[in-house]
């Protein structure tokens, strides 16, 4: 059974970092686009960040560009958001994501597939 378990969430005041992880444990997803998401109180789940397979091409919604950087460890089967000079607006419950289809860009999430993975989500708040 396929577990994508996020941690590293929780409370920091405006201008601070954190650095979110998730682990994904049942299968290797070295093969696989990892992402990141985020839904604010109110609001629709909206894209954060994606990485391709190789973690060589990555994507990143305008709103977080230049502050948040995600990775990864294909041998550790680990995806990683490192998030700076957060602002009050980044606030909302951010989820792991990993494309089902294999070798695909880090842009798939342009065209989402039925059957994709999900974590429980990671709380992040940021105080002004």
């Known amino acids: 059974q396929v577990q994508l378990v996020e941690s590293g969430g929780g409370l920091v005041q405006s201008g601070g970092s954190l650095r979110l992880s998730c682990a994904a444990s049942?299968?290797?997803?070295?093969?696989?686009?990892m992402g990141w998401f985020r839904q604010a109180p109110g609001k629709e789940r909206e894209f954060v960040a994606t990485?391709?397979?190789?973690?060589?091409?990555?994507y990143y919604a305008d709103s977080v560009k230049g502050r948040f950087t995600i990775s990864r460890n294909n041998a550790k089967n680990t995806v990683y958001l490192q998030m700076n000079s957060l602002k009050p607006e980044d606030t909302a419950v951010y989820y792991c994501?990993?494309?089902?289809?294999?070798?695909?860009?880090?842009?798939?999430?342009?065209?989402?597939?039925?059957?994709?993975?999900w974590g429980q989500g990671t709380q992040v708040t940021v105080s002004s």
């Open positions: 994501n990993v494309d089902p289809v294999p070798y695909r860009g880090g842009n798939y999430y342009l065209t989402p597939v039925v059957g994709d993975y």
């Open positions: 049942g299968r290797t997803f070295s093969n696989h686009a």
């Open positions: 990485i391709n397979w190789a973690g060589g091409s990555t």
